[in-house]
């Protein structure tokens, strides 16, 4: 391309479609380098206004090749059949920041003052959360890991992190546990922690367990099938995995109203009274299938942590 | 105290007052694509209603270009939440 056609180049997508070195029109489907599923999703933030650099570009080509198990740190696992929602997190607004990268056609959406930057999707502490997904979404008939990569390292006061799992449609924001499971870190006692619905955890990992004892960095969980099954979680926090076999049959009724992704919130009285709003930053985060082994999280970890590495949002 | 006195680094440390019936105009509201107004109620008592500086500061949607002639208070977060107890942890 001629110097002169490229300073005809008027919008990011003229710039990525030079990039690759196609001369498809928008929407082309990736000709020339990078995998497709990773170029429509670049191509996405380029119509939401988002310039996708060049080290970007590579960063989001081997990470979605990585889910594929065709990319640079995975060359075994498929965890992109099975992916319901894939939030890189990129751009400097919602509507960039929400792009799903499983399909880029969708986005979530923001509550609050949350606040974007190149570490991702921060909470404000006072009122942010993000809609993470809608609970239906996730079948009960097959086993669920949900991944999270907290680019922040908050000093271990009282910071509590609910990730909805799954639930009842109705409750997504306003109901019980009832039908949910969940990923939690509480950071106050350093530990994490699974449950499901009235069974209040299925798993906690001992106090102090999170080390070191701070936001930033990858957790995950697995759940393995509906409780009728049998249930029972995987845990992963900070490359540490724990492993409860069967769903520990728990009573604990919480009033507790969960909010997924960036916080939970209490109900006092009549009228709902927010008081657990978190600060926490998310560079990442994934639904797929069900993660069951030490390799296979160790070989997901390596593909998650080189992709925030190569975004600059890795935390020690 | 507006909002245009208010630097960046002190946005955590403010909120943007409202009434009930502001409230309830915001309620399921956009001030930006892909984000929502999420009016909640601080730690004074009574409590008030309030909306971040954050979602003063970035309103785009003209219906709602009201919101950043909002009175400005310092933030009173509420109670914090007790430790989530359970017995094996214990």
Redesign the interface.
Same mark, same amino acid.
């Given at each position: 391309m001629s110097w002169a056609k490229f300073n005809r180049l008027s919008s990011s997508t003229d710039l990525s479609i030079f990039r690759r070195g196609t001369t498809a029109s928008n929407g082309g489907g990736g000709g020339g380098g990078n995998d497709p599923d990773a170029q429509a999703y670049i191509d996405a933030l380029g119509t939401a206004g988002y310039t996708v650099s060049g080290a970007e570009e590579t960063a989001i080509n081997n990470h979605f090749l990585d889910l594929k198990g065709t990319g640079p740190n995975n060359s075994t696992y498929d965890w992109w059949t099975g992916c319901v929602r894939l939030l890189p997190f990129i751009g400097t607004?919602?509507?960039q920041q929400?792009i799903e990268g499983q399909n880029p056609a969708s986005?979530?959406? +923001?509550?609050?003052?949350?606040?974007f930057s190149s570490i991702g999707a921060e909470g %404000?502490?006072?009122?942010?959360?993000f809609d993470f997904f809608a609970p239906n979404e996730l079948p009960d008939d097959r086993n669920n890991s949900i991944w999270v990569y907290e680019t922040k390292n908050l000093a271990p006061t009282?910071y509590?992190q609910y990730t909805l799992f799954r639930g009842a449609f109705d409750q997504r924001f306003e109901g019980g546990t009832l039908n949910t499971y969940q990923l939690?870190t509480?950071y106050?006692?350093n530990?994490i +922690?699974c449950y499901y619905g009235d069974f209040? &955890?299925g798993l906690?990992t001992? %106090?102090g367990s999170l080390v070191p004892a701070s936001t930033g960095g990858l957790f995950g969980a697995t759940r393995y099938k509906s409780i009728a099954q049998g249930g029972g979680y995987d845990l992963y926090g900070k490359g540490v995995k724990y492993t409860q076999a069967n769903d520990i049959n728990?009573q &604990?009724n919480t009033s507790e109203h969960i909010v997924p992704g960036l916080a939970?919130r209490?109900v006092s009285g009549p009228?709902?009274?927010?008081?657990? +709003?978190q600060?926490i930053a998310f560079g990442y985060a994934l639904i797929t299938t069900g993660v069951s082994t030490q390799t296979e999280a160790d070989t997901l970890k390596t593909t998650i942590e080189a992709f925030m590495t190569a975004l600059n949002r890795n935390v020690p | 105290m507006n909002l245009t006195e208010l630097k960046a680094s002190e946005?955590?440390k403010f @909120?943007g007052l409202l009434t009930p019936i502001q409230k309830d105009q915001l309620v399921g509201r956009q001030y930006?694509?892909?984000?929502?107004?999420?009016? @909640?109620?601080d730690?004074n008592d009574p409590?008030n209603w309030?909306?971040? @500086? =954050? =979602?003063m500061a970035?309103c785009v949607n003209p219906h709602y270009e009201w919101v950043k002639a909002l009175p400005i208070i310092p933030?009173v977060?509420?109670?914090?939440?007790e430790?989530?107890e359970?017995? =094996?942890?214990?």
């Open positions: 607004n919602a509507a929400g986005a979530i959406n +923001f509550y609050g003052g949350v606040i %404000n502490g006072t009122n942010a959360y009282n509590v939690t509480q106050i006692q530990r +922690f209040y &955890y906690t001992p %106090n728990l &604990y939970a209490q009228t709902p009274v927010v008081n657990t +709003f600060p | 946005y955590d @909120v930006a694509p892909n984000s929502y107004f999420n009016p @909640v109620l730690g409590p309030i909306i971040s @500086v =954050e =979602e970035n933030w977060a509420p109670a914090p939440p430790p989530i359970t017995d =094996e942890a214990n």
